[in-house]
């Protein structure tokens, strides 16, 4: 079985339960800009989403590069995201998406086997369809569940209603579940969900 630390990422250095992704803002090309913190407010990646350019690369406060996220093709709307550690040039995981109107579905797999090493689900359907049709539908929050490999339920992903989104993540047990991939992967979904 594979253990959470072999998916840690160099210098991130992500240990306690509770962190915040915040969209906060868009660059002069209207790709969106997200910050991740932990519970202190330190600031521990950066990134500017590339939502149609192909690679993304996080950074941190001094602008050194920790990872990249690369979408497996040239639509980057439902698919596989190809999570590398930048310092290393190890692939760690693939978060896919099981694209639909009602629930959305993200799963993190190991990148060298394939194996399920968490996934991520929406809260409900009508609140997911809330948010595709409505007018004012992308102002309102998102809700999702944390599971590890075998379906239990391990934490949250949580925003309230807002111009930009503001996500907590809050994990009642990480010792199943790698911390890292799991906060990347609230900037990738909602890059991809906001668009």
Wanted: glycine share 8%; aromatic share 10%; hydrophobic share 35%.
């Amino acid at each position: 079985m594979e253990t959470p630390q072999q998916y840690e990422i160099t210098g991130l250095g992500l240990s306690s339960n509770k962190y915040t992704v915040e969209q906060t803002g868009q660059d002069k090309n209207f790709r969106p800009e997200y910050e991740a913190r932990n519970i202190t407010g330190q600031t521990k990646f950066r990134c500017t989403y590339n939502t149609y350019e192909g690679e993304t690369s996080f950074v941190d406060d001094d602008d050194n590069e920790l990872l990249t996220i690369a979408p497996s093709g040239t639509l980057d709307i439902a698919g596989d995201y190809l999570l590398t550690d930048s310092q290393t040039g190890d692939d760690l995981v693939v978060l896919d998406n099981d694209f639909s109107f009602f629930q959305d579905t993200w799963r993190i797999h190991d990148a060298q086997d394939g194996s399920l090493v968490a996934k991520v689900t929406s809260g409900g359907g009508l609140i997911t369809i809330a948010r595709k049709f409505l007018p004012v539908g992308q102002f309102i929050g998102h809700n999702f569940e944390i599971a590890d490999a075998a379906g239990n339920s391990i934490g949250t992903i949580e925003s309230d209603f807002a111009i930009r989104d503001q996500y907590e993540i809050k994990l009642s047990d990480s010792s199943s579940v790698p911390i890292d991939p799991i906060v990347v992967a609230t900037v990738v979904i909602d890059a991809i969900q906001g668009n």
